[in-house]
C-alpha cells in the first residue's frame, strides 16, 4: 500500500524568509512525486514533478529515496506563494494519484 | 484552451436521497477521474476511466456510487442513498493519457462540485 504523509497542517512564514514543506512516504516501488498547488478560489493545478527536475516559481523539490522524503523548497518566500499545497504520488506505471493531507502556507508580509 | 468544466456547482441534500454530478474533460483528453476530497483531507481517488473503460475503481463504494462515461467523453458520477459521510468536494480531473504510461501526464482538475448532506 501507499501513504503520503505532510506534518504540517498550517504553516507561516515570513516574507523573503525559506520555507520548506515537508512530505514523505511509503511505497514499495519506485514512485513518481508530485507538488500540487491550490491558490485561493483557483482549481488545483501541478506545481513541479520529480522526474521533469525543474524549479516552478521558485520551487525545488528533490526526491530522497533512503528518507523517503519529497519536501518543498524555496529559498525567499513572497506573498503570492499563500495557498494550500499537497504533495502526491502517483504508482509506477500508473497515472493514479494518491495525496497527502495538504499544507496551508501563508506568507506575512 | 478551456478547461475541465463541472455542475453543479453546489448541492444540498438530504441523506438517503439521490445526486448526480457532471464533468466534461478537457477536449482530446482519454483519461477522467473523479476525486472525493473531505475537509480537512487530500483528494481520494475514486474512479479512473481510460475513454468509455474502467481502469481502477477499487476506492468506490460501490454499494452507493456508481459512475459512466458512456461515449468516452462526459462523465456522470451519483450517489443513491446519500449518507451524511458523503459531504465533500467531488472534483473530476482529465488527462491526455492514451494508454501506455507517460511520465509527463498531467492531469488537469475542475472546479469541483461541494455537496452537502443533511
Known amino acids: 500500500a501507499q501513504r503520503v504523509t505532510q506534518p504540517e497542517k498550517l504553516l507561516s512564514v515570513f516574507k523573503g524568509a525559506p520555507v520548506e514543506l515537508k512530505c514523505n512516504y511509503s511505497y514499495s516501488g519506485s514512485p513518481e512525486l508530485f507538488w500540487y498547488v491550490q491558490y485561493s478560489r483557483q482549481r488545483l493545478q501541478l506545481l513541479l514533478r520529480h522526474i521533469s527536475r525543474e524549479s516552478i516559481k521558485g520551487f525545488t523539490a528533490d526526491l530522497n529515496k533512503g528518507e523517503t522524503s519529497f519536501h518543498l523548497k524555496k529559498p525567499f518566500a513572497q506573498e503570492e506563494d499563500s495557498a494550500m499545497y499537497y504533495c502526491?504520488?502517483?504508482?509506477?506505471?500508473?497515472?493514479?494519484?494518491?495525496f497527502g493531507t495538504g499544507t496551508r502556507l501563508t506568507v506575512i508580509p | 484552451e478551456a478547461g475541465v468544466a463541472q455542475s453543479p456547482r453546489y448541492k444540498i441534500i438530504e441523506k438517503r436521497q439521490s445526486v448526480a454530478f457532471w464533468c466534461n474533460p478537457i477536449?482530446?483528453?482519454?483519461?477522467l477521474y473523479w476525486y472525493q476530497q473531505i475537509l480537512g483531507q487530500g483528494p481520494k481517488l475514486l474512479i479512473q476511466f481510460q475513454n468509455n473503460g474502467v481502469v481502477d475503481d477499487s476506492q468506490l463504494p460501490k454499494d452507493r456510487f456508481s459512475a459512466e462515461r458512456l461515449k468516452g467523453v462526459d462523465s456522470t458520477l451519483k450517489i443513491q442513498p446519500a449518507k451524511l459521510e458523503d459531504s465533500a468536494v467531488y472534483l473530476c480531473?482529465?488527462?491526455?493519457?492514451?494508454?501506455?504510461?507517460?511520465?509527463?501526464?498531467?492531469?488537469?482538475f475542475g472546479p469541483g462540485t461541494r455537496l452537502t448532506v443533511l
Open positions: 502526491a504520488l502517483s504508482q509506477t506505471g500508473a497515472n493514479n494519484l494518491f
Open positions: 480531473a482529465s488527462s491526455l493519457g492514451r494508454g501506455a504510461w507517460s511520465s509527463t501526464d498531467t492531469q488537469y
Open positions: 477536449s482530446g483528453h482519454a483519461t
